[in-house]
């Protein structure tokens, strides 16, 4: 019986579920899992995991106090509520699970800092090893700096919002675990700029994560590429091969009832004898071709700015699902 899509992929490719849905996991069962903001925020209104948004905001009013204002508890609570969803998630995929920091924090680098050792210490006390954990920070030059420090301290970081190839070799000479090259928005922002279509291999966001991958595996990076953001099964199935693809579920389930060959696309060996040359990068390097390169610096201020909109939305979201809960319960005398 011949395989489907899905099937064949998972020979070449670890693969990842992009969503914040349980359900969808358990149906799709992939190896590791990754959230953002947007499916957080999107999840937590899923009248089916209203316990666990319930739990985190009364224990977040516990820990600040009956002085606090709602607000303040809905800011702790959605700091937590990203780890509540990962413990969840971390019992249902055999992997690990991504844990965004806030994004309104992406250009400073202690801050980034901060966060994200609280993040590893809300996991530690449940008793979840840092080999399951991968803290997700946007690629600016400051994130990159903080995601160097973490993996010092054995903290595993994945560096999200990448469009560009001077983030993705900063990342790696940073030493850090794993990058996400997004590739629709890539896709996006061409066929905004051109008004073209563009499909199968010569599709902007494909070659983008390529030429990271052929790049990573010529000069023998640790780091790994787990390409993101996808618009259609063709990108991913030109993607096959790639050390990982994080997959929403509506594209899951779309591989999983095509059938047909999928060919291995990106292949290590391959790499290895590719004539590319070595790329030096620093500061002053990184922000020359970051500011050169107009759809990476689009696409990046667009992901932070979109993410922080997203947390904004979910922390009002949160206050008022707190007053709700709150004018339930009659108050002590």
Not at 145 to 173: K, P, S, W, Y
Not at 278 to 301: C, G, P, W, Y
Request: glycine share 6%; net charge negative.
């Amino acid at each position: 019986m011949p395989q489907n899509l899905l099937e064949q992929l998972r020979k070449y490719t670890i693969v990842v579920a992009d969503t914040g849905d349980f359900e969808a996991m358990e149906k799709f069962r992939p190896q590791d899992s990754t959230t953002n903001p947007s499916l957080i925020a999107t999840a937590a209104q899923m009248p089916q995991y209203q316990p666990i948004v319930d739990s985190v905001l009364l224990e977040a009013r516990k820990e600040l106090g009956p002085k606090a204002s709602d607000t303040d508890v809905a800011n702790l609570a959605f700091k937590e509520l990203a780890v509540a969803f990962g413990k969840k998630i971390l019992a249902i995929v055999p992997g690990r699970v991504s844990t965004e920091v806030d994004a309104r924090l992406s250009y400073d680098t202690e801050a980034t800092l901060a966060q994200a050792r609280g993040i590893v210490a809300q996991y530690d006390k449940a008793g979840i090893g840092r080999n399951r954990i991968l803290v997700k920070i946007a690629s600016t030059w400051e994130g990159i700096r903080a995601a160097e420090v973490l993996e010092q301290e054995g903290i595993h970081c994945n560096l999200t919002l990448l469009f560009g190839v001077h983030q993705a070799i900063a990342a790696a000479d940073a030493r850090v675990t794993l990058v996400s090259p997004f590739v629709g928005r890539i896709l996006d922002w061409f066929k905004k700029d051109t008004g073209k279509e563009f499909h199968g291999a010569n599709d902007p966001g494909v070659m983008s994560v390529t030429k990271i991958y052929n790049y990573y595996k010529k000069f023998g990076y640790k780091t790994v590429v787990m390409g993101a953001s996808f618009r259609n099964i063709g990108e991913i199935t030109e993607l096959a091969g790639c050390d990982l693809l994080t997959i929403s579920p509506q594209l899951l389930g779309e591989l999983e009832a095509t059938q047909g060959d999928l060919p291995r696309k990106l292949d290590p060996e391959a790499a290895s004898s590719m004539p590319l040359e070595k790329i030096v990068i620093n500061k002053q390097s990184f922000e020359r071709m970051h500011a050169e390169d107009r759809m990476a610096t689009d696409k990046l201020k667009e992901g932070i700015e979109g993410f922080s909109a997203a947390l904004v939305k979910l922390e009002a979201l949160l206050a008022v699902r707190l007053a709700e809960l709150e004018s339930r319960v009659p108050a002590s005398t």
